[in-house]
């Protein structure tokens, strides 16, 4: 283990501390966690209001209500140390990517990065990692086209997308496969999050 890591995983244990005690104010049990991570989702998006607020007022809900544990990078990330790490190792640490898409968010080249980078932890691991959620009309990056997201648009009520969110988090059965000698792949959609595009 680098001492980067060895840094960053003493500071997501006092993360993990002030979180179990921030739900025990509100009696909900922490979910468990698969083998060797420390989230259930790491959440890249754009430091703009509107993108910022949606995945506030959505990490709270999800930790306080849900039991899940989150990565956001203005709370988690570990200050001195290089961005790219910590994004790094919170997409590696996480079950799954929640990326968050917006006109303002698809700007952002760390956006752009993160996502890239959760496409290839899914390659790498054979399965989708990658979450989208559309808060607006926008582009659909490359690399999520073929994934059924999430729409999160102001016209949708959140009684409506709010239980696929929970649903894509808590699913296991995800999987991506790859063609090896074509280097192209798959994406089998066999969740209750549905089978068309349209969230």
């Known amino acids: 283990m680098t001492e980067v890591n060895v840094v960053l995983s003493g500071q997501l244990a006092e993360n993990a501390a002030v979180t179990e005690e921030h739900q025990k104010d509100h009696k909900v049990d922490r979910r468990t966690l698969s083998e060797n991570k420390k989230y259930h989702a ?6 703009v209001p509107n993108d910022k607020l949606w995945v506030k007022e959505a ?14 990078h203005e709370r988690d990330f570990l200050a001195g140390t290089k961005v ?13 990517v929640v990326c968050v898409l917006s006109k303002e968010g698809l700007d952002s080249e760390y956006l752009r990065l993160e996502t890239e980078m959760a496409h290839k932890e899914g390659i790498d691991k054979r399965e989708n990692v990658l979450i989208p959620v559309l ?3 926008c582009e659909i990056p490359e690399e999520l086209k073929l994934l059924t997201y999430i729409d999160a648009r102001k016209a949708n009520s959140e009684t409506t997308w709010w239980p696929k969110l929970v649903a894509a988090l ?17 994406v089998t959609l066999y969740t209750s999050v549905g089978y068309n595009n349209n969230g």
Do not use: A
Request: aromatic share 16%.
């Open 135 to 137: 808060l607006d009309d």
């Open 59 to 72: 990490v709270k809900k999800l930790e306080n209500n849900y039991g899940f544990i989150c990565c956001d």
């Open 84 to 96: 790219i790490s910590n994004i790094k190792f919170g997409i590696k640490n996480s079950e799954k």
């Open 42 to 47: 790491f959440f890249c998006y754009r430091d």
């Open 170 to 186: 808590e699913d296991k059965g995800n999987l991506m496969f790859y063609g090896i000698e074509t280097n192209t792949y798959d």
